[in-house]
């Protein structure tokens, strides 16, 4: 392997990754939490004057910040949570009770950063995904390597890649051996070997060896580039639930405001209480109604469900789809390229008239060393894998639909089908041929391998089946999917052949992209929720008609993977079931939360109603049940797929 010439000096640029501003912020929060918490203790501690001014860095520390997201809201004709809580601590303090209101602000404050915290550690686990790629990649040009900023590398150019270097691009390898560590984007926990001809990915990591990859992607269109560009559109994508509540927020914050009045008006009013008490009684009653931990409920289980996905190869589109895909009772795969690698390889080796695997093969490498068909090329790899080098063929000829034919040495080998010997028929022909039908009838496309007059023996091909799918189409059935079904416009043969090895319930043969549409709609009427698997163009109609999409990420199109709302980024079938998991744990976090927050309100309003309630302990309440669901949230970032998942 050749040695990595040193580099040349490359110009400074500027590093375009996301500032720490956010950290800024829980900072500043931080620290108007600690202000608060001196205010109250001057105001408990000191003389009656400077306790007023300890009221009062605490009212200003800890309201500073709700106080204008109000106005702002306000400024738009809207009342959210924060004007709430400032109405309920001014109301306190109204009530000459500064001590509960400025506890009101202190908790809320702190509650406020401890949920930034939660949310960030959502939001930092995604936004480490930008911190995968380097900057600069090392290429060599005009004889020698120079260092150059990813942005204004061009496909085909070939960038160097030392031991332990993380890959800046998308390429295949064209010189070197080594073994690259795919998990902090695949989330494949065991590294992978990469050899001549083997595709790498921007943002994986080399393992001892040294490669030269040739780009094949840009960096804005590299499988990292996308995988960022889509988490960013997931976090924007609200689920279901967070709409509805974000629908009811503003008609929930107004009538709170008039239970508040009316907890006021009709003790005061038409019963003849004192005000006072039931002024203090109203204030209670605004603080334990905000739904401050309704609004967190949501968002803290979606961002932190997107982002364990993320982490392990998985790519939810946006919460609407981690919770949809929860729902599905029946899933649709495509064939070529989701259940099977969408590449042809030699899956069968008849020798026959006393010759062997070797020589059937060797045979049949050397006329089809000159060929670009892709059984061709699936020869000459598996003859690779056996070490055999194809000797030199003469007088090539091609037939298109047929097959090819040559002279190595003094013999003429003929590769292809019955028709291509038409004319002049090697022995055995009758079991050759019979051979060949048999082979069909299992799903190859099977040729006659002949050299001169006698048949050396026959090969069958297929599309390798993906090692992990049975396993997987077992492990979706076993959490309670009713119907798995294959759609393929191939063969039927081809497809009932993977049918039977997968274990699907159905298989939809030679049909069109609309009859999958179809299909999809078939199931959907019969089950009610479905997901569509697929990596094609033509799968993108039924990708979009399903409830959930689902694209392969890596060999999947731009096409199908527009038209997808999860996306497998490692290509395994085998995270399919744990994407099930996760988005069912989400959706059970998220009922969770609901019920957390809605119960805590339901309780504190019952209590004040009858019994009363201290407005610290309201406030505790409220405060406690938001830190609560933001934490039980949180959670879902633990999750990974188990070791030898399904």
């Known amino acids: 392997m050749a040695p990595h010439p040193p580099p040349t000096p490359a110009r400074p640029r500027r590093d375009p990754r996301p500032t720490g501003r956010p950290d800024v912020h829980r900072w500043v929060g931080a620290g108007s939490v600690a202000a608060t918490a001196v205010g109250i203790a001057v105001g408990l501690l000191a003389p009656t004057g400077t306790a007023a001014i300890g009221w009062g860095v605490a009212y200003v520390a800890g309201g500073w910040a709700g106080a204008r997201a109000a106005a702002a809201e306000l400024f738009r004709l809207r009342v959210d949570i924060d004007l709430l809580m400032i109405l309920a601590a001014l109301g306190a303090l109204v009530i000459d009770a500064p001590l509960e209101g400025a506890t009101l602000l202190f908790l809320f404050s702190l509650s406020n950063v401890l949920q930034d915290i939660a949310t960030a550690r959502s939001r930092d686990a995604i936004r480490g995904l930008m911190e995968l790629r380097p900057e600069i990649a090392r290429l060599r040009r005009d004889g020698g390597v120079v260092e150059v900023p990813l942005e204004e590398v061009e496909v085909g150019e070939v960038y160097l890649v030392g031991p332990g270097d993380r890959i800046p691009l998308d390429g295949d390898v064209v010189h070197g051996r080594s073994e690259v560590d795919q998990a902090s984007l695949t989330g494949e926990s065991v590294p992978l070997r990469r050899d001549v001809g083997d595709p790498v990915l921007a943002g994986t990591i080399n393992g001892g060896g040294a490669l030269d990859v040739r780009v094949t992607r840009r960096a804005s269109d590299s499988a990292l580039a996308r995988m960022v560009a889509l988490v960013e559109e997931a976090q924007e994508e609200k689920a279901e639930t967070q709409r509805i509540i974000d629908r009811w927020e503003q008609p929930y914050a107004l009538g709170v405001i008039a239970l508040t009045v009316a907890a006021v008006l009709v003790p005061v009013g038409l019963l003849s209480s004192p005000f006072e008490p039931a002024f203090y009684r109203a204030m209670t009653l605004m603080v334990a109604a905000s739904p401050c931990a309704l609004v967190i409920s949501t968002p803290a289980a979606v961002l932190s469900g997107i982002a364990a996905g993320a982490r392990n190869g998985v790519l939810f589109k946006g919460g609407v789809f981690i919770e949809s895909f929860a729902t599905i009772r029946a899933i649709a795969l495509d064939k070529t390229g989701t259940l099977t690698h969408g590449s042809t390889e030699v899956a069968a080796l008849v020798p026959m008239s006393g010759s062997d695997d070797t020589e059937l093969l060797a045979a049949a490498a050397a006329v089809q060393a000159r060929s670009e068909h892709h059984l061709a090329t699936a020869?000459?790899?598996?003859?690779?894998?056996?070490?055999?080098?194809?000797?030199?063929?003469?007088?090539?000829?091609?037939?298109?639909?047929?097959?090819?034919?040559?002279?190595?040495?003094?013999?003429?080998?003929?590769?292809?089908?019955?028709?291509?010997?038409?004319?002049?028929?090697?022995?055995?022909?009758?079991?050759?041929?019979?051979?060949?039908?048999?082979?069909?009838?299992?799903?190859?496309?099977?040729?006659?391998?002949?050299?001169?007059?006698?048949?050396?023996?026959?090969?069958?091909?297929?599309?390798?089946?993906?090692?992990?799918?049975?396993?997987?189409?077992?492990a979706l059935r076993a959490r309670g999917i009713d119907e798995v079904v294959m759609l393929t416009g191939d063969h039927a043969d081809v497809a009932d052949r993977v049918a039977r090895m997968v274990g699907v319930d159905g298989v939809q043969a030679q049909i069109l992209p609309d009859r999958k549409v179809e299909e999809v709609r078939r199931l959907r009427a019969a089950h009610g929720a479905v997901a569509m698997v697929g990596d094609g163009v033509n799968d993108a109609a039924a990708l979009a008609a399903a409830n959930v999409g689902v694209a392969m990420g890596g060999a999947g199109t731009d096409v199908a993977l527009e038209s997808a709302d999860l996306v497998l980024m490692s290509d395994d079938l085998g995270r399919l079931p744990w994407a099930l998991d996760l988005s069912r744990r989400t959706r059970r976090t998220l009922l969770q939360n609901l019920v957390i927050s809605l119960g805590m309100i339901a309780l504190m309003i019952g209590t004040i109603l009858t019994v009363g309630l201290p407005l610290p302990l309201a406030v505790l309440g409220h405060e406690g049940s938001t830190v609560v669901v933001a934490l039980n949230g949180l959670r879902l970032l633990a999750l990974h797929p188990p070791t030898g998942s399904p």
């Open 379 to 474: 020869t000459l790899r598996a003859a690779a894998a056996r070490g055999l080098t194809p000797a030199p063929a003469e007088d090539f000829r091609a037939r298109v639909g047929r097959g090819v034919e040559g002279r190595v040495g003094a013999a003429l080998v003929r590769v292809g089908n019955p028709d291509h010997f038409s004319a002049d028929r090697p022995a055995p022909w009758d079991a050759a041929v019979a051979e060949v039908e048999r082979l069909r009838t299992e799903g190859h496309t099977a040729v006659i391998v002949a050299s001169d007059a006698r048949v050396l023996g026959v090969m069958g091909f297929a599309d390798r089946v993906r090692a992990e799918a049975a396993a997987a189409i077992r």
